[in-house]
């Protein structure tokens, strides 16, 4: 399926990487534009509109987290941001976290996990690392056929690296694993300050059960919006 209409700035001040990006995401039906700095980035923003934005953090002059905090000063609306470092930043990255972007990406990046977060940025990201495998695969299928964005996480080492890297809004987790593997998820999301909400379940409650209550949690919070 072609995404013309989804226009993404990507920001890097190397030019391999932005020739690289811009190639890819047009073979695959994107609309793009590139920036050499921050400050060129928040001119094109100006002039432009744009639904999603790639930035490096580590830049001259201007970080990205910068050019994330300016935008989101001046504008109600902006475009979804993406972060990608080759560096571990924990502190950036918290920021960035915690002002609310999609995803804060290590180099290398896999381009498929942008293409991924791009196609589906419509939909809410859902994490679910379950022991019991009908069951998981019951619940994903479910949330996959109401529009959810949904990754499987396979160990708990797997799961923490997810919730380092991509802003999920919710999470379902089994209840039956270890104490340290729950106390672990809880104290990362906890660290990153990000809004995620987590369901709990187990193996004696079916897939059903447990999608009734997520749907009434969401029931909940969409009538507290409205």
């Known amino acids: 399926m072609k995404n013309n209409k989804i226009k993404i700035l990507i920001v890097d001040d190397h030019p391999a990487v ?25 001119q094109k923003c100006h002039e432009n509109s744009y639904n999603f934005i790639l930035i490096d953090v580590q830049m001259p002059n201007i970080n990205g987290i910068e050019v994330f905090r300016k935008m989101k000063e001046k504008n109600s609306t902006i475009p979804q941001f993406i972060f990608f470092s080759a560096y571990s930043l924990p502190e950036l990255k918290e920021e960035a976290i915690k002002l609310g972007c999609l995803a804060f990406l290590q180099k290398p990046i896999r381009i498929e996990k942008i293409i991924s977060l791009i196609q589906d940025y419509k939909s809410f990201p859902f994490l679910v690392y379950l022991k019991n495998g009908e069951q998981n695969d019951s619940i994903v299928k479910k949330l996959d056929s109401l529009g959810f964005h949904v990754v499987k996480a396979n160990t708990i080492d797997d799961t923490l690296i997810q919730l380092r890297q991509i802003n999920y809004k919710y999470m379902i987790f089994d209840s039956d694993w270890p104490g340290s593997e729950q106390e672990s998820i809880h104290t ?14 187990n193996e004696d409650e079916s897939a059903e059960d447990a999608l009734r209550n997520i749907e009434h949690h969401l029931q909940k919070e969409k009538a507290a919006v409205a």
């Open 18 to 42: 932005r020739t690289t990006m811009v190639d890819v995401l047009n073979e695959e039906g994107f609309e793009t534009d590139f920036a050499e700095d921050g400050d060129i980035a928040l």
């Open 188 to 201: 990362t999301i906890k660290s990153l300050k990000t809004n995620t909400s987590c369901f709990e379940t």
